[in-house]
């Protein structure tokens, strides 16, 4: 049936970029190119003094020759919430340093650095950011990132008191402590005997000990100054998201009691608190599913967390009094039950009347508030473009964040407390940016057969002409549980620098667009959401006359390689691939993965209790159907999609006769395109152009 289409060039897009200091010109005369990720500098981790006089935070650059990314922390001077000179770099150039944590009194930083006897490891810094200054300096008993009570006289954080570095303990964990085989010889066997379901992870390359000869990380408390710390739990899981109670006596935390117990599939996270000085530490949380994210109001009476009830269910943001002890002090009242979006962590105003936190909303991200009596949500910042790393300074008058847009990547903005002054603090990225042709994103909205509407947008080619014929990529995003929007992506941009339209979309599945939205897809994927891709090359199609309806193609990477192999086995209508870390087959999926909850959730049980919906869902149940030539890429060491299913559907190809490349990363796990060696990730980015203008761009 046709698709009604509405299109609209996003007019908050040439705002976005005239803010971020990105003037277009006609000296631009070529597109991004993937060597162009070797000058990308990334701003992250911002961190506000206190007193809202300096702003800390990390800017990563890529150092080509080593094939390595080096992180720093970076300073900037404010005075009145405004940008005073130029920010400059504040940790030593030849050391890498992040996380950086400001003391109550806004005199000290701590950073996390590889420095000193051990730099192999990460260890805890202090640096003194008054006169005199001096030496970064380390304090005794501190062994991880501080949390600073707010009377700036202890410092709590949390570490794995136990556990060991000897080389007698490099195997530990390595032989099950419940296996029933026995090992002949301890010292000679270097294999391993699992009987933990998770002996892998995605992001580690070796494979993890039993879980009960892990230590768990326990809460540490210690004076500013130093000294002997003292631990002040002993539980039986992780302990993090560490808050202390406004008057420096008490320490909120969070725990999964039921974290080892693999067949646990509920949301169990909870909320503890524990004093300072003596005592056992109190679960204050017991209602079905789970409680995160806490936040002290200024003046110590009210907590503020995140609950999910349960898998699937949505994200809510609560506050509860509390009482003298630090106890919760009746029912916690729901703030966001009419709000169908998602709270990201809360932070609570200066003046305790509101909270505030991050959600993405569309393709867009930004800083909302909900009063305390939650009777009115506010968006705080506005524009195409996504919000990140918020911090304020403690009177609530300075925010400081990161800000990305379609053609921008992250720069620092700081902003007045109540949103209405933002000011850009870096340009890193413009010097470089200058001579680079970046086409803004156009807006498109479609309709699909039950009435829903989905969001996308469409990225003209580098030197775009009306009347010539172009090709078309059709971009999917991971997740299925994620989203496109309003962020810098560079693979769209080196894309249209090759010539090509680029579509990327949020269908049902995304995330953004209401809970009911984001689940809409269980037990159907592929079978529903395939039309909402379809309808939106219709729709490209039907705002642009000039791309080629023959020379369309697809990519995807992770549910979007998934959706890539599925939409080119059960459609006709794309004339290449590139699949990257996807998915052919969910039986063998299941077996080797690192996440098998994501189908016993989203496909209503395992393999063997939904037989055939897991092989109906296969994309490598269509494969003789597949016709367009595929590069199929993956790493060696992804434990989230392994590299089995990207070898089935290569063997599959190539026994068929379709053009097909395998390319396997060394040393990369899943996230490869994001993390991945630079020299590797730009590989990648130089192969899938390749692809495309070899079948797409140059027939």
């Known amino acids: 049936m046709p698709h009604r ?5 996003t007019a908050l897009l040439v ?6 200091g990105v003037a277009p010109s006609a000296a631009q005369n070529r597109g991004l190119l993937p060597t162009d990720y070797y000058s990308e500098v990334g701003v992250a981790e911002v961190a506000i003094a206190p007193d809202g006089a300096l702003l800390a935070f990390t800017v990563t650059t890529v150092d080509e020759d080593d094939n390595r990314r080096h992180r720093e922390i970076w300073m900037q001077v404010l005075r009145g919430g405004r940008p005073a000179g130029e920010p400059f770099r504040f940790t030593d150039p030849t050391r890498e340093a992040s996380a950086p944590r400001w003391s109550p009194d806004s005199r000290v930083l701590s950073f996390q650095s590889r420095r000193g006897d051990n730099d192999t490891a990460d260890s805890t810094w202090f640096a003194r950011v008054t006169f005199p200054g001096g030496e970064a300096y380390q304090i005794e008993g501190v062994d991880d990132a501080p949390v600073w009570s707010p009377d700036g006289a202890w410092i709590a954080y949390t570490t794995r008191p136990d556990a060991g570095t000897d080389d007698d303990t490099e195997r530990d964990g390595w032989i099950a402590p419940d296996a029933i085989t026995n090992t002949l010889d301890v010292e000679r066997f270097d294999g391993r005997v699992i009987t933990s379901m998770r002996y892998k992870r995605d992001g580690t390359l070796t494979l993890r000990p039993h879980p009960s000869t892990v230590a768990k990380r326990q809460l540490l408390v210690v004076p500013a100054e130093g000294g002997e710390p003292v631990q002040r739990t002993e539980m039986t899981f992780n302990v993090g998201d560490l808050v202390w109670s406004a008057d420096s006596e008490r320490i909120y935390f969070t ?8 067949r646990n599939d509920e949301l169990t996270t909870d909320i503890y608190v524990v004093s300072r000085e003596a005592g056992d530490p109190q679960k204050l949380t017991s209602n079905p599913g789970s409680e995160s994210a806490p936040a002290i109001s200024p003046d110590g009476s009210r907590l503020a967390f995140l609950q999910t009830r349960a898998r699937g269910e949505e994200t ?3 506050i509860v009094d509390l009482a003298a002890n630090g106890t919760f002090r009746g029912i916690p009242r729901n703030l966001t ?4 979006q998602t709270p990201g962590t809360p932070s609570w105003a200066a003046n305790g009347t509101a909270v505030r936190f991050l959600a993405g909303v569309g393709g867009d991200r930004h800083l909302f508030e909900v009063t305390a009596t939650g009777d009115l949500i506010r968006q705080l910042t506005t524009g195409a473009r996504q919000v990140g790393s918020m911090s304020t300074s403690k009177d609530g008058l300075v925010l400081a964040y990161t800000v990305t847009d379609a053609v921008t990547p992250a720069e620092i903005f700081v902003n007045r407390g109540d949103g209405s002054l933002q000011q850009r603090v870096t340009a890193f990225n413009d010097e470089w940016l200058a001579d680079v042709n970046l086409q803004p994103a156009e807006r498109l909205t479609w309709t699909v057969t039950d009435g829903t509407e989905i969001e996308g947008w469409l990225v003209k080619p580098v030197g775009y002409q009306a009347g010539q014929p172009y090709p078309m990529i059709l971009k999917i995003h991971g997740g299925p549980h994620g989203a496109y929007g309003n962020t810098f992506f560079r693979t769209f941009h080196v894309l249209s620098g090759a010539g090509a339209f680029v579509l990327y979309t949020n269908p049902r599945g995304s995330t953004g667009y209401g809970n009911a939205f984001t689940y ?6 592929g ?10 090359v219709d729709a490209a199609l039907e705002r642009y006359p000039d791309i080629d309806p023959a020379r369309v193609g697809v990519s995807g990477g992770s549910y979007g390689g998934y959706m890539t192999n599925w939409l080119t086995a059960t459609t006709n209508r794309f004339a290449a691939a590139v699949t990257s870390r996807s998915i052919t087959n969910w039986e063998s999926w299941y077996g080797s993965t690192d996440v098998q909850a994501l189908t016993e959730f989203e496909f209503g049980g395992a ?15 269509y494969v003789e159907n597949v016709t367009a030539p595929t590069l199929i890429i993956h790493g060696e060491n992804d434990y989230r999609t392994p590299i089995g299913d990207g070898e089935q559907w290569f063997m599959a190809l190539v026994k068929r006769g379709i053009p097909t490349e395998l390319v396997r990363y060394p040393r990369s796990s899943h996230g490869l395109s994001r993390t991945g060696e630079p020299w590797l990730l730009v590989d990648r980015l130089e192969r899938i152009r390749s692809w495309f203008t070899h079948w797409l761009v140059e027939p």
């Open 5 to 9: 289409l509405v299109v609209r060039t």
């Open 15 to 20: 705002v976005a970029c005239l803010a971020l």
């Open 255 to 262: 725990g999964d009691e039921l974290e080892d117990d693999e």
């Open 316 to 318: 809510d943001l609560r």
């Open 337 to 340: 039950s009419d709000w169908d």
């Open 520 to 525: 809409a897809t269980r037990e159907g994927w």
């Open 527 to 536: 079978e529903i959401d395939a039309e909402d891709y379809l309808a939106g």
């Open 607 to 621: 393999p063997w209790e939904q037989r055939e919906l897991y092989r109906r869902l296969s994309p490598i149940s």
